[in-house]
């Protein structure tokens, strides 16, 4: 399997579930990340793993809290989410961005949540 | 900080010449990256320009301009396949990439 996959691909949970989004890449990249989709919004970026140590946290609420075990593998718990939290979530790998130059990101598929 | 501006919206159609504009103003600037996003997938890597001038890859070229904070994607021969959201993404050294608000392309027959 190459590249970067995220399961599950949809999920519907209630705001006082608690659930795990999942990310694995096979590119042999060392950097991970979280954005964020909302309709009609650009990208939001989340957090950003480097060398399996989080480097980034953008001002994102504690109702998300990710996890990365190693350098192939990335999680999102997410817990007591909002409606508004309804989005579609997208994991990406690359080089590390502090090599400097530009390495494109590889995005996985996403994981369509909705909260109800 | 960045900032980002890239139009909206924009439509073509089969076999014509579209050209996506994107100005941007953020500091210690290192390249500019363009992808291209269909609805409800992911964004695929289109292009990454770190020197001025124009790179051609097939059917989709990309401009820039680190000069003028300038960059454009231009698609030619277009295909209804080509429908999608099209990002421009100024890549900053040592930080993540931050996205525009993307410019969505309908392409008809």
């Known amino acids: 399997e190459t590249g970067v996959t995220q399961t599950p691909r949809h999920l519907v949970m209630g705001m006082t579930n608690k659930k795990s989004l999942k990310c694995e890449q096979h590119l042999g990249h060392n950097a991970m990340y979280w954005y964020k989709q909302s309709a009609k919004k650009p990208l939001e970026l989340m957090f950003v793993?480097?060398?399996?140590?989080?480097?980034e946290n953008n001002s994102v609420p504690s109702r998300f809290s990710p996890e990365c075990p190693n350098s192939s593998h990335l999680f999102l718990h997410l817990h007591t989410l909002q409606p508004e939290d309804s989005a579609l979530y997208l994991c990406?790998?690359?080089?590390?961005?502090?090599?400097?130059?530009?390495?494109?990101?590889?995005f996985g598929n996403g994981t369509r949540l909705t909260v109800t | 900080g960045q900032n980002i501006d890239q139009p909206t919206e924009m439509t073509a159609t089969e076999g014509a010449i579209v050209q996506i504009n994107c100005t941007y103003q953020?500091?210690?600037?290192?390249?500019l990256f363009w992808y291209q996003q269909h609805a409800g997938e992911a964004p695929t890597f289109l292009s990454y320009?770190?020197?001025?001038g124009l790179e051609e890859k097939g059917r989709f070229s990309s401009f820039l301009s680190r000069s003028k904070g300038y960059s454009y994607l231009l698609l030619k021969e277009l295909q209804m396949k080509d429908s999608a959201s099209y990002l421009c993404a100024p890549y900053q050294a040592g930080t993540a990439l931050i996205f525009g608000k993307g410019t969505t392309l309908s392409v008809s027959s």
């Open positions: 990406a790998s690359s080089q590390s961005p502090g090599t400097g130059g530009g390495s494109p990101l590889h």
């Open positions: 953020t500091s210690g600037f290192n390249g």
């Open positions: 320009n770190v020197l001025d």
């Open positions: 793993y480097s060398l399996e140590e989080r480097v």
